[in-house]
């Protein structure tokens, strides 16, 4: 369940796109949103006398008055008057100043837009968002600004979640904070969850070495593999079943050489889904699901608002 969700800014309406989404989350949840504007510190190193620094420093107080003008004037704007709306104004490091916020704030979800500004302040998904899905102890939902949606979605419109999975605990972080975004948008018997797990070709056919028979060994290894990704699947769907009674929930296993590629062919097709939910990590060894590998590529490539969560004990 929702109770306070920390949506950073930057000044722009594309950023702002991550405020809506947070609205009907607050909405459906009954929860609150920290509003956070980063003033950026200057990308050199400030002198710590003299009139160049008495210069920056007058520059960042600047910043920070407009700063603190523009999210006081956000939380006042009459589609979030039915909304607890806090905000929070503070100097540093962008990615690192959101972490801490969202932290010492006890937030329990980042709602953040891949795109801000333009030019030099410009918030790309390599330099915040990525940053932030990528260190973040609470679950984040990534918001692209392509994504034209949103302003027309209905309230009890149905909902589609896709959930990514690879057969192990890890994996099943995104399985709660997705549930809780499409929970707080939809009445259950209005949500479908479609869980996919991606046989990786490559590594079940390194992992069986005990044939002889190469040929036989790879055909052998792919049909154990997706049998075994069929009935963990069902097992998962059934524990979704007993705890959201009313959810649709639909299992698909399949073999791809390229897992990544095929988690967005899957999400992007005809059936219109509205999110995917990712883990940082999941298995260990080959088929490690890590951030820097499938769930990044994702990240960059999907369309889709992106559910990401930190897997337990991941580093």
Known sequence: MLKRILVPLDGSDRAERAMTVAARLARGSECSILALRVVALPPFRLARYGEPAQIALAVIDVAREEADEYVR??????????????????????????????????????VICTHGYSGLNRWRLGRVATQVARHASVPVLVVPTHDEREASRAVGDPVRLLITLDGSALAEAAIA???????????????????????????????????QDASSSVVGAEEQALQAARAYLETVAQRIHEEHPGVNVITTAVLASDVADAIINMAEDSLGYDFIAMATHGRGGLQRWALGSITERVLHTTHLPLIIARSPGAV
């Open 73 to 110: 004037s956000l939380a006042l704007r009459p589609e979030f008057r039915d909304i607890t709306v806090e905000t929070r104004v503070v100097e540093g490091h962008v990615s690192e100043e959101i972490l801490d916020v969202a932290r010492d704030e006890t937030c329990d979800m980042i």
């Open 177 to 211: 904070p997705g549930l809780d975004i499409v929970r707080a948008l939809a009445a259950p018997e209005h949500i479908t969850v479609h869980l996919l797990e991606v046989v990786d070709f490559f590594a079940t056919v390194m992992a069986d070495t005990t044939h």
